[in-house]
């Protein structure tokens, strides 16, 4: 299995408190993504880094927030939790070149009460 | 926008049965079709194709991609209760970051 970590793994949080997810690969690739999965939508991206320091959004960035400091870390940040961000976020990482797939973390279950 | 849909988005069959789960993509400029496998946990890669009509196979499952057609198939032959899962279908276009769009996923549950 590829290195990536995920933590939390569970979270139940309040509605409008700042939440921040981490994923943390040892594979020492380029691309980091976020993405949110939820019943009847598939995998959606959130946000995504092609280097240290160098993100961009998604198909679905409203309410989220990302930094990338280093090649092994991808922080997730909800600025303020809303119930609609109840989700289970993935995070995955690719090789840079190339068409390449991508490989996913376990997963972070966030529950917003 | 990329589009990717699955069909069916819900498949239950006997063991032994062989399955076969689509996937149509719009894509402005296509780079490649990917598959994967959910079980309850995170997604594992299954397939990578980007040439039309060259089938992919790995043991009971092969799929193959048509690129005039805009879509591919993944086939499970003699099907047994560990292949269910969600199987999800994604789409990598030209553009950088090989971001990927994903389909909504077909739900196989396999009975014995």
């Known amino acids: 299995d590829a290195g990536i970590t995920q933590s939390p793994r569970h979270k139940v949080t309040e509605t409008g408190t700042p939440v921040t997810l981490r994923c943390h690969q040892t594979?020492?690739?380029?691309?980091m993504y976020w993405y949110r999965q939820d019943p009847g939508h598939g995998l959606r991206l959130i946000h995504y880094?092609?280097?240290?320091?160098?993100?961009d959004k998604g198909e679905v960035s409203d309410g989220y927030s990302v930094s990338r400091s280093k090649t092994e870390d991808f922080l997730l940040t909800l600025e303020s939790a809303t119930s609609s961000q109840t989700s289970v976020y993935f995070c995955?990482?690719?090789?840079?070149?190339?068409?390449?797939?991508?490989?996913f973390g376990p997963g972070t279950r966030l529950t917003v009460t | 926008e990329d589009k990717v849909v699955q069909s069916p988005l819900s498949l239950v069959v006997h063991e032994g049965d062989t399955v076969t789960l689509n996937c149509s993509y719009e894509v402005t400029n296509f780079r490649s079709l990917l598959w994967y496998k959910q079980e309850k946990k995170a997604p594992t890669f299954l397939f990578m194709l980007?040439?039309?009509?060259i089938e992919k196979k790995s043991g009971r499952l092969s799929s193959i991609l048509d690129k005039k057609e805009l879509f591919s198939i993944l086939n499970i032959t003699a099907t047994q209760t560990g292949d269910s899962a969600v199987y999800l279908c994604a789409v990598e276009p030209v553009g950088g970051a090989q971001k990927l769009v994903f389909g909504q996923g077909t739900r196989l549950t396999i009975n014995p």
């Open positions: 995955a990482i690719s090789e840079s070149g190339g068409s390449n797939e991508q490989y």
């Open positions: 980007t040439s039309s009509g």
């Open positions: 880094s092609y280097g240290v320091k160098d993100t």
């Open positions: 594979e020492n690739h380029r691309y």
